[in-house]
């Protein structure tokens, strides 16, 4: 019994034929079974390599390289929520912003909250300079969040 | 008189990512007419004679990279679009995506013409989800309209365009790097020669060109060469290798202004016009101390440099590595430029990628001793260390594979070298920074 429904290995599938070489949908496959599963287990690796006819060690390969995947023992929140720290945001508040936040949820960079609702992260510049301080909650950008805009936004998350 | 915006014009409009409303401003006319009247060595000599050059932070001429594919070669040759906007502070092609996709895709499918490719990879970074949705719908809408896919237009030119997303690594914004991470490695770059334009993804020739680059080639295609040239700065005649700096820019404003956004301006406008003309000032009534013009990499200028004018050769003439994204943050006086070095020393030794040792360890190094600044606890010498290290770590030197550590190390030397007393100021007195205590990060990544 593995860890990846049929119906995920058909949407996994349904790459291959995009790319010259099946290797190229390690991404997509990581992407797809992350965010179905909040993790990517040893156990799901050996299953993505069987799909494009991989050793299991060349998707830890690139997944460990990304640090963006939760592996083995680690798992996601419902929402992760990224706080910025790039220049941009750090001049307008984003340090403050970071503590403020792992203060409200009792976890740092990296944790998830007990309830598992919150992951909180910080981020390398997301691109978001025009709403500074700018956070990500799971890939979508929240601009000029105050530390009351973020309360707001976590107790809406924690529902 | 103002400039009218021509990458920018329709982002305002309402309903502007929908293929609909951009047909009805004209848009892919300029595609069909390519694809009945030119060749496609006509319009890789167009984009040539523009003198447009690469937007992502290079600057190196668009269609003389398209050039240097192989002659009759059988194919496939493959288009990758570089939509990893890492640069920190950086967020044009964002706004592009978001707002004006068929834009972008049209010259996507321009340069695919042209190159005779049959298929273009689009990498997006992750952290533009919305960017990434907005171009899903807007590629689906090509393939309904005929406009992708086999025999485009009873043409007989086929093209698919497959959306692919990163996985928040800055070094995918690396040509070679992008192209390791596209085929599902780690984003290690290559060395290089081959150029991707002779061996690049799944060992194909390949070009890989910017999203803002390739808007451009929508505009010098429509527009054409007169009007491109018409705008910016032209070649220094003192300076024979220099290709001039032509067409519209996107500048991005950022930090210490009451009015952070993306402007399309004609190359070559100053610091200071862009803060008081386009940024609404420096906030809260404050004066700049200074400001980093194109993403970190570029380094930073002193308030007395503002006259520097953002086009391909001003920033070099002020210390700084070029004009990169043409990003600018503006930082005010009352901030530590410790603070701000350390972030930026954080930053690239956060994302060095790990592969050459110089800049594996340096970045690290930087990032300790500017972290050790702040904590009221540098040395005599630290200075001149990070200089140092700074100058030894890079493409320059010739200690790495990528210019990550150059874009790691000039921000470390112009910011110490421009701002010296301050540092020297902030050692003796051993005083803690603003930040000092703040941002002890567990469960880094």
């Known amino acids: ?159 | 008189m103002p400039y009218e915006p021509v990458l920018l014009a329709r982002i305002n409009k309402p309903d502007s990512p929908k293929l609909e409303g951009y047909r009805a401003d004209g848009g892919y006319s300029t595609f069909e007419r390519a694809l009945v009247d030119l060749k496609p060595e006509q319009v890789v000599a167009q984009v040539k004679d523009s003198g447009l050059r690469g937007r992502g932070g290079a600057g190196f001429p668009c269609g003389l990279k398209w050039t240097f594919l192989p002659k009759d070669h059988p194919g496939p040759i493959y288009l990758c679009v570089n939509a990893d906007e890492s640069e920190p502070c950086t967020y044009n092609n964002r706004i592009l995506m978001e707002k004006d996709p068929h834009q972008v895709l049209e010259g996507v499918m321009l340069a695919c013409y042209a190159i005779k490719s049959r298929k273009a990879f689009f990498y997006v970074r992750y952290e533009y989800g919305d960017a990434f949705r907005t171009l899903t719908a807007a590629v689906n809408e090509l393939y309904a309209a005929g406009l992708l896919g086999e025999n485009i237009l009873g043409s007989g030119f086929n093209l698919d365009i497959v959306l692919h997303r990163g996985a928040g690594a800055y070094i995918c914004g690396e040509e070679t790097g992008l192209i390791e991470s596209l085929e599902g490695k780690r984003a290690w770059p290559r060395i290089k020669p081959p150029f991707p334009a002779i061996e690049g993804a799944f060992r194909k020739p390949t070009i890989v060109n910017n999203v803002e680059t390739l808007a451009c080639v929508t505009q010098v295609m429509k527009r054409g060469i007169d009007w491109f040239k018409s705008l910016g700065v032209p070649p220094d005649p003192k300076n024979p290798r220099d290709a001039g700096s032509y067409g519209p820019k996107l500048y991005t404003i950022a930090g210490h202004v009451n009015e952070p956004k993306c402007v399309e301006l004609p190359m070559g406008i100053t610091i200071t016009d862009l803060i008081e003309q386009h940024g609404g000032g420096v906030w809260k009534g404050r004066k700049a101390k200074a400001a980093n013009p194109g993403g970190l990499s570029m380094g930073f200028v002193r308030a007395d440099e503002f006259h520097m004018p953002l086009d391909f050769n001003g920033p070099g003439r002020f210390q700084c590595l070029g004009l990169g994204t043409a990003a600018v943050t503006v930082i005010d006086d009352q901030t530590s430029m410790v603070d701000v070095l350390h972030n930026t020393c954080q930053f690239f030794a956060h994302e060095s990628c790990g592969q050459c040792t110089p800049c594996r360890e340096g970045t690290g190094w930087m990032e300790k001793i500017t972290d050790r600044l702040r904590r009221g606890q540098g040395r005599k010498e630290d200075l001149d260390i990070l200089i140092d290290v700074a100058d030894r770590i890079g493409i320059m030197p010739g200690t790495t594979i990528c210019g990550l550590a150059d874009g790691a190390g000039w921000p470390v030397k112009t910011a110490i070298r421009k701002f010296r007393e301050e540092f020297e100021g902030a050692i003796k007195s051993g005083e803690k920074s603003k930040y000092a205590k703040t941002l002890r990060v567990v469960g880094a990544h």
């Open chain 1, 1 to 159: 019994m593995g860890v990846l429904s049929e119906s995920l290995k058909d949407r996994i599938r349904a790459y291959i034929p995009k790319y010259p070489r099946k290797q190229a949908v390690t991404l997509p496959a990581l992407h797809l079974v992350h965010d179905e599963l909040r993790t990517v287990s040893n156990e799901a690796m050996v299953e993505i390599a069987e799909i494009l006819d991989l050793h299991p060690s060349e998707v830890q390969d690139t997944m460990t390289f990304y640090a963006f995947f939760k592996g083995e023992g680690e798992k996601l929140g419902q929402t992760r929520l990224w706080v910025c720290r790039g220049l941009a945001c750090m001049l307008r508040g984003a340090y403050e912003l970071i503590e403020h936040c792992e203060k409200k949820l009792g976890v740092h960079c990296g944790q998830t909250t007990p309830d598992g609702k919150i992951t909180l992260e910080f981020a390398e510049c997301i691109g978001g300079c025009d709403g500074a301080p700018a956070c990500l909650m799971d890939d979508k950008h929240v601009m000029n969040v105050t530390p009351e805009k973020a309360d707001k936004l976590i107790g809406e998350l924690r529902q």
